[in-house]
């Protein structure tokens, strides 16, 4: 009697352990699945950014092809393939930053073009960024409100644009805010009385 339960329990265990092995294989496919998926969503969207720049800069981002972006020129990815830094300070580029789809960048936490051509204004919403840097560009319009909700912000330069008008209250919710510049730009009105407290 044993034998035979025996012999019953070892398909049984066997066909447990198939369908186990294939329901595993099947998350594995659908993870690496989503990861390539959104690789290509990034890549498109930093491609639909590039076409917008002046002939000039697309040029100079000659790398930017295909649909890894995690080897192109000035672009970071984590261990996923996801890209976490947009890093292209000192590259003469010319264009808006109108074209770049943020929410498509949903682990983005650098964007660094320090010392460009942009113009434009500063999108609403920006990601939720640990260091953001536009300085030494010809950025225009006001400071967006939106800016406050980078709650991880560390460091914001703004500095050496065009930017007018005053500086939004909503920027003394960045409480992990250590530094910020913003001399050389057209700003106006009170320093929010939040802003003294930032870093502390």
Not at 162 to 177: F, R
Request: glycine residues 8%; neutral net charge; charged residues 10%.
């Amino acid at each position: 009697m044993a034998s035979q339960i025996l012999l019953l329990s070892i398909p049984l265990l066997f066909f447990s352990l198939l369908a186990y092995a294939s329901l595993f294989t099947s998350f594995a496919y659908s993870a690496v699945g989503a990861e390539v998926a959104n690789g290509r969503k990034e890549a498109e969207a930093l491609l639909e950014w590039k076409v917008s720049l002046d002939n000039r800069s697309q040029s100079l981002l000659s790398s930017w092809a295909g649909d890894s972006p995690c080897n192109w020129v000035g672009i970071s990815c984590d261990k996923s393939g996801s890209v976490t830094n947009i890093s292209l300070p000192n590259s003469s580029l010319r264009g808006t930053l109108n074209s770049l789809r943020f929410p498509s960048f949903p682990n983005l936490i650098y964007l660094i073009l320090h010392n460009n051509s942009l113009y434009g204004s500063i999108p609403p919403h920006i990601g939720n960024l640990i260091r953001l840097d536009l300085s030494l560009n010809s950025i225009s319009g006001n400071i967006p409100p939106e800016v406050g909700k980078l709650v991880s912000l560390y460091l914001l330069d703004l500095s050496n644009n065009n930017l007018s008008g005053g500086l939004p209250t909503s920027i003394g919710n960045l409480s992990n805010l250590s530094f910020l510049y913003l001399y050389g730009n057209e700003l106006s009105g009170f320093i929010p009385r939040l802003v003294s407290y930032l870093g502390k």
